[in-house]
């Protein structure tokens, strides 16, 4: 099993970015799939989560409602997370999460 993050990196305050992570070694679509973001001196948190299948059902965390968007492309074994109007407090690494694994993560670093 693995879990390829990418598409971190450095934004303004109220920029956008979309990460991927791109999974291999599991039916993927028949498993749900989350984003979990861990600041620095922080707990690693829930951000969204989608549902197996053609993820109808979706859950985000509140501080993120609004603003991230999941998706996923089962024909890519690929999970989403569009992140827009980015705040100084989403900086921290994005981790993907399926079939109980973790991706590496990706740094996600939102500053003037």
């Known amino acids: 099993v693995q879990l390829v993050e990418s598409g971190g990196g450095l934004v303004q305050p109220g920029g956008s970015l979309t990460l991927s992570c791109a999974a291999s070694?599991?039916?993927?679509?028949?498993?749900?799939m989350s984003w979990y973001r861990q600041a620095p001196g922080k707990e690693r948190e829930l951000v969204a989560a989608?549902?197996?299948?053609?993820?109808?059902?979706?859950n985000y965390a509140d501080s993120v409602k609004g603003r991230f968007t999941i998706s996923r492309d089962n024909a890519k074994n690929t999970v989403f997370l569009q992140m827009r109007n980015l705040k100084p407090d989403d900086t921290g690494v994005y981790y993907c999460?399926?079939?109980?694994?973790w991706g590496q993560g990706t740094q996600v670093t939102v500053s003037s």
């Open positions: 999460k399926g079939f109980g694994e």
């Open positions: 070694g599991f039916t993927f679509s028949h498993y749900a």
């Open positions: 989608i549902g197996s299948g053609d993820g109808s059902t979706k």
